[in-house]
């Protein structure tokens, strides 16, 4: 029983390499270079077309039907339908403050908040339907007849409350989008089912949002001392500070930084690896489970793999890194049961004929 697991543990796998990927990512870069940017679309979809075509899932390998095309027109319609009014509103958002209206102009800014809130939830919807309805694995797609509006609603409120809630119902919201956005999905005939849990990933969740205040506290007891110092007589009135002083201060404003980019990115991924251990764990495909073996630690090297390549290419090797995401995200992927291939039939969703516009134009797309 435990070998039958441990095979099915392995069905996904992926067999590319980045010295085969390195052609079609420097052409990508050079073509984007001289096309002002037009070409990132067609980029776009020469990556996906590479990374599908080399991850396998049991017997056969996966396969991206997505265009550049499709994703430029997405963009196009998004850009006319959303940006350019937001443009026009922000010009008279102007207008009215140089009136005087203040009062106006802020009910104006926070009208349009909501309405990015929702369009933003809208738009993660209809991204993963797209990428699901271009997904293509034994002549089989995925999608969903869903468009997304009651998800945007859902995604409005939930967001909504875990700010008025200090954030503290992140998780919930996290695990319950989440679950509405995949039990919405099927591939073929078979629907999707996710059942994800926020309370088993709360603890870790807790300790990431406590050590800001933690931070504030310690700062503020490091301030009060350096004071006290100071009034007893660490300086005469008038005095310049001194050279150890100066070097503290220096001290405490590098131990500031180091916390929020290092210290508090630390705990959020421990967070972020919990929270996905658990909502891919929940998610099922009929007899099929999934999983993710991802530790704490296999995140950090990849983010720290990443920004390394980053910085010592000088930026050039931000080329790679939806390579090196996409393989660590199909390494660690797990699948246990079975499929029923007879019973498996052609997905009857509606397929939309754009790409996901809407999230690029909200500049939060993924590649």
């Known amino acids: 029983?435990?070998?039958?697991?441990?095979?099915?543990?392995?069905?996904?796998?992926?067999?590319?390499?980045w010295q085969e990927f390195a052609p079609i990512a420097f052409t990508n870069l050079l073509l984007t270079i001289v096309t002002l940017?037009?070409?990132?679309?067609?980029?776009?979809?020469?990556?996906?077309?590479?990374?599908?075509?080399?991850?396998?899932?049991?017997?056969?390998?996966?396969?991206?039907?997505?265009?550049?095309?499709?994703?430029?027109?997405?963009?196009?319609?998004a850009f006319v339908l959303f940006i350019l009014p937001f443009g026009v509103i922000n010009l008279v958002l102007q207008g009215v403050m140089m009136r005087g209206h203040q009062g106006a102009a802020g009910?104006?800014?926070?009208v349009l908040y909501l309405a990015i809130l929702y369009l933003l939830g809208v738009a993660r919807f209809r991204a993963l339907r797209y990428r699901?309805?271009?997904?293509?694995?034994?002549?089989?797609?995925?999608?969903?007849?869903?468009?997304?509006?009651?998800?945007?609603?859902?995604?409005?409120?939930?967001?909504?409350?875990?700010?008025?809630?200090?954030?503290?119902?992140?998780?919930?919201a996290m695990a319950r989008l989440w679950n509405e956005r995949w039990n919405a999905m099927s591939f073929g005939s078979i629907p999707f089912r996710s059942d994800a849990r926020w309370q088993p990933v709360f603890g870790r969740f807790l300790?990431?949002?406590?050590?800001?205040?933690?931070?504030?506290?310690?700062?503020g007891l490091l301030f009060v001392t350096m004071m006290g110092a100071q009034m007893g007589g660490a300086f005469r009135p008038g005095a310049q500070p001194t050279a150890a002083m100066l070097i503290l201060f220096a001290a405490v404003g590098i131990a500031f930084y180091a916390f929020f980019f290092g210290a508090l990115g630390l705990v959020a991924m421990i967070y972020y690896a919990a929270f996905?251990?658990?909502?891919?764990?929940?998610?099922?495909?009929?007899?099929?489970?999934?999983?993710?073996?991802?530790?704490?630690?296999?995140?950090?090297?990849?983010?720290?793999?990443?920004?390394?390549?980053?910085?010592?290419?000088?930026?050039?090797?931000?080329?790679?890194?939806?390579?090196?995401?996409?393989?660590?995200?199909?390494?660690?992927?797990?699948?246990?049961?079975?499929?029923?291939?007879?019973?498996?039939?052609?997905?009857?969703?509606?397929?939309?004929?754009?790409?996901?516009?809407?999230?690029?134009?909200?500049?939060?797309?993924?590649?």
Do not use: C
């Not at 070998?3 to 996904?12: E, G, I, L, P, V």
């Not at 009910?107 to 926070?110: A, S």
């Open 132 to 172: 699901l309805s271009r997904t293509f694995w034994h002549g089989i797609r995925g999608g969903s007849d869903a468009q997304g509006v009651r998800y945007g609603w859902s995604y409005f409120w939930k967001t909504a409350a875990s700010f008025l809630t200090v954030y503290l119902m992140t998780p919930w």
């Open 107 to 110: 009910l104006m800014v926070f």
């Open 37 to 77: 940017g037009v070409y990132t679309f067609w980029a776009r979809a020469r990556t996906r077309r590479y990374l599908w075509s080399r991850t396998r899932f049991i017997d056969d390998r996966l396969e991206w039907t997505g265009t550049g095309l499709e994703l430029f027109v997405g963009y196009l319609i």
């Open 207 to 219: 300790l990431f949002y406590a050590l800001p205040f933690v931070l504030t506290i310690a700062l």
């Open 1 to 17: 029983m435990d070998d039958d697991r441990a095979a099915d543990a392995k069905a996904f796998r992926f067999t590319g390499t």
């Open 276 to 367: 996905f251990r658990e909502a891919v764990g929940a998610t099922s495909l009929g007899r099929l489970e999934f999983g993710f073996g991802a530790t704490t630690k296999d995140w950090i090297l990849l983010y720290l793999g990443n920004l390394g390549l980053v910085i010592v290419t000088l930026g050039i090797g931000t080329i790679f890194v939806p390579y090196r995401n996409w393989a660590f995200f199909v390494r660690h992927m797990a699948a246990y049961g079975e499929v029923d291939l007879d019973g498996l039939r052609q997905s009857a969703t509606r397929e939309p004929g754009q790409g996901e516009g809407l999230l690029d134009a909200f500049d939060v797309g993924a590649f």
